[in-house]
């Protein structure tokens, strides 16, 4: 009889302890499911944080310009500076709701009569990071560009000024009247 009740109890020891290694993975999984949830969060903040610094920003422009610049033949060293009218133009994601009423009326003459009614109402989207929230910058938009000044070691000579003019108006679609190329 004892070993019958040995084995009994085996038996439920072995139970409980597949039960309790069943919920360990459970929680375990749960927690990992939660750890990816906020993983995701964090990581969607920083790709829009990269998406924000990869946008084309004025000093930017400048660097990639005098970069590419430089690459001219007899260019050499290049510096360049951009003019613009105003500031850039960040325009923020919205959340749109439009609702349509259509209104149908009969009156006792026969005579039918439709009205229709349509209202708008848009909501900024916001994200939160690091407990302050930011408008989520759907585009940004360049200012009108009024002049460029090109600063390059070879400028002395016609045909690499021509050459990087050009290169300039190409680039950023600015007439050559607005570009001023200058020797270092």
Request: hydrophobic share 40%.
């Amino acid at each position: 009889m004892e070993k019958l009740l040995e084995k009994f109890n085996n038996k439920k020891l072995i139970e409980n302890l597949v039960i309790f290694l069943v919920l360990c993975i459970i929680v375990m999984i749960v927690i990992n499911a939660l750890t990816d949830e906020k993983e995701t969060v964090s990581n969607n903040a920083e790709s829009s944080m990269i998406f924000e610094t990869n946008t084309v920003s004025e000093k930017t422009l400048e660097i990639k310009l005098a970069e590419i610049l430089s690459m001219i033949n007899g260019a050499g060293k290049v510096d360049v500076m951009i003019s613009y009218i105003n500031e850039v133009e960040k325009i923020p994601m919205t959340d749109t709701k439009i609702t349509t009423t259509v209104v149908s009326e009969k009156d006792s003459n026969g005579g039918e009569r439709k009205t229709e009614e349509t209202s708008t109402e848009e909501n900024i989207i916001y994200e939160e990071s690091n407990n302050l929230k930011s408008p989520v910058v759907k585009q940004s938009i360049l200012p009108e560009i009024v002049g460029v000044i090109v600063v390059a070691e070879g400028a002395n000579n016609i045909a690499v000024k021509e050459n990087l003019i050009k290169a300039v108006e190409a680039t950023i679609n600015v007439p050559s009247h607005r570009i001023q190329v200058f020797s270092r």
